[in-house]
Structure formats: C-alpha cells, structure tokens
C-alpha cells in the first residue's frame, strides 16, 4: 500500500474519530454526523467505480441497480424470511455479483457509450422490477421495518454507532482497493485504461480482468446497499434511479477518477452539496448536477485531488505499465 497511502489514512482516521466530537460542539452542524453515515455508505459504491472507471477505463452507469440489489436483498431476507443481517448482506453481494458476471460478459465487450447506454438499460431494467414485483419490494412505495443490523447478540444502533461502523467498513475497503492496485491485477488494469490493444499484445486477459472489477464493483455497491436499507430502516425504487447513477459517477469524477482519496473526497463533498447546501434548488437538481459536471470537465478534469501539489493523493504516471501488466 505504500508509506505515504498509510500515512494519509492515519490522518484520515484521526479526522473522522474526532468528526463528532467536533461538530457536536455546534448545535446548527451537529447532524453532520448523519451525513457523513451516507457519504461513508455512498463512499463504498463509490471505491468500487473508481477501480472501474479510473483505473480499467469502463464507464458504469449501473452502479445505482446494484445499489438497491443490495439493499432490496437485505431488507427482502431479513423481513420475509428472518434472516441474520449479516447472512442476507453476503447474499445480496453474491447476487449482486452473479449478475454484474452475467451482464459484464456481453456487455464489456463494447466500448465507450455504447458500453454506458448498455449499463444504463440494464440500470432502468432493474429499477423497473423493483417498482412493479409489489409482493417481494412493495412496489413504488418500497419496503419498511428493516431491522437494525445485528451480528450475532451485537446490534449496531444509533447514529454514532452506525457513523464508526460504516466508515469503519471504509477503510478496510479502501485497503483492500490499495492492495488490489498495488498487485499484477491493478498493474494489468492500468494497461488495460491506457491501451487495451496494446495490453492484449502483452499477453494481459483484457476480458477477463474487465468482467472481475465490474463483478467487484457491484459487490461493493451492494455491500454500500444492504448498509443503507438497515441504516434508514426502509427502501424504495426511487433511491436506486437512473439519476443515483449519474450521482455516483459525479462524485468520482469531482474528487478524481484517477485517485481512490479523490473517490471518498468527492463522495463526502457531493453529499454535503446534495444533502446540505443545494436544497433550495432541489427542483433544478438535474441542471445543477449537469452544471457541476459541465464544470469538472472543463476546468479540473483531475478533479479536486489535482490541485494538491505533487502526487500526494494520485496515481503514479503509468510508464512500462504494459510491460508489468503483461506479467499477469
């Protein structure tokens, strides 16, 4: 992982031990811990779209769909059949991950948009059956009394609880993604984003690596979704839209498609504009969305972490990248 990635992490863990203690010391902030539940929780989603937009080079717009089969899998599990919350949290990430190898198959065989409206249909598809199988989701009104979270006689309750416990899960997702780019599969992958073509000559699997990071970006999307079902306790098809999608790539791209620090830096300011600071356009959200984006591409394609000096929160530049690829 790298001294200074352990460094940044230290630094970063300090910081959101103190976050309540902090904010709880001003009465008109001192929701934020709620707030950065959520963006710990998007965070997760987000991670895993960074390894596979950023660093393989495929654009996903069906991150929110394994969202909400996450969360609809947890909630299903736990209400209808009695299942332990951490038994249907492996099961929605299993399914979730079945289907994302199902999809990803034929699908990462395309390229560029046609690779995004793919994604997208299968996006729309998902939300649609959530909607209409009233029996097993409820229907447009979605699903209620999820019970809390519970590992064995241990129950996570309460917004100070839920807060370690989510970013908690976080960083170790975090470490994992360092570990996964620090191997031959990241150093394949970053072959793959550079020049497919050139990677395939070097004897990297270009398919094979595609399918796998998509299969695990669903798994964390839905590990982020079975998270927020026993978080709010209900669920409905309008929280896993198209819209949640495009959110999602939104906050890679703000904090940094290149950089898993920018994946959470992004994550955590887009929530607070979205959660917070943009309320009063909540009518325009689209327009203000797509002017936020207008703007990353234009002005900071490198996002937020390429105005830090040096290379503290990026990626190294990928010279003999195919070479080392190749060795996968």
């Not at 940044?8 to 959101?16: C, K, P, S, T, V």
């Not at 929605?92 to 793919?118: E, N, Q």
């Amino acid at each position: 992982m790298g001294r200074k990635n352990w460094l940044i992490l230290l630094g970063a863990a300090i910081f959101i031990a103190a976050f309540p203690w902090l904010v709880a010391q001003f009465k008109a902030i001192s929701h934020y811990v709620d707030v950065m539940v959520f963006a710990g929780i998007f965070s997760l989603v987000c991670l895993g779209l960074s390894l596979l937009m950023g660093y393989a080079g495929q654009i996903s717009l069906a991150q929110a769909a394994f969202f909400g089969i996450g969360a609809y899998a947890s909630g299903i599990l736990t209400t209808k059949f009695g299942f332990n919350s951490l038994v249907a949290m492996a099961a929605g990430m299993t399914i979730s991950g079945a289907i994302a190898w199902l999809v990803g198959v034929p699908s990462l065989r395309l390229k560029g948009h046609y690779l995004a409206m793919a994604t997208m249909g299968f996006g729309v598809i998902v939300n649609i059956v959530l909607a209409e199988e009233v029996n097993w989701t409820g229907g447009p009104s979605g699903m209620a009394d999820i019970p809390p979270f519970r590992i064995g006689t241990f129950t996570i309750d309460g917004e100070i609880a839920w807060y370690y416990a989510v970013w908690a899960v976080v960083f170790c997702a975090l470490i994992f993604c360092f570990h996964i780019l620090h191997s031959r599969v990241g150093r394949a992958l970053r072959a793959i984003h550079e020049e497919e073509r050139a990677a395939e000559s070097m004897g990297v699997p270009t398919a094979r690596y595609k399918v796998r990071i998509f299969v695990l970006s669903a798994v964390f999307a839905a590990l982020a979704g079975s998270l927020y079902a026993h978080y709010v306790a209900c669920v409905n098809p309008s929280s896993f839209n198209l819209m949640w999608s495009i959110r999602f790539m939104l906050m890679v791209m703000v904090g940094g498609m290149h950089s898993l620090w920018g994946a959470i830096v992004g994550t955590v300011l887009m929530t607070f504009v979205g959660n917070e600071w943009l309320q009063v356009f909540a009518e325009l959200e689209i327009l203000v969305y797509g002017a936020i984006l207008l703007i990353v591409a234009l002005f900071l394609p490198g996002g937020i972490v390429s105005l830090v000096p040096g290379r503290i929160f990026r990626r190294k530049a990928p010279e003999a990248t195919l070479a080392e690829g190749a060795g996968s």
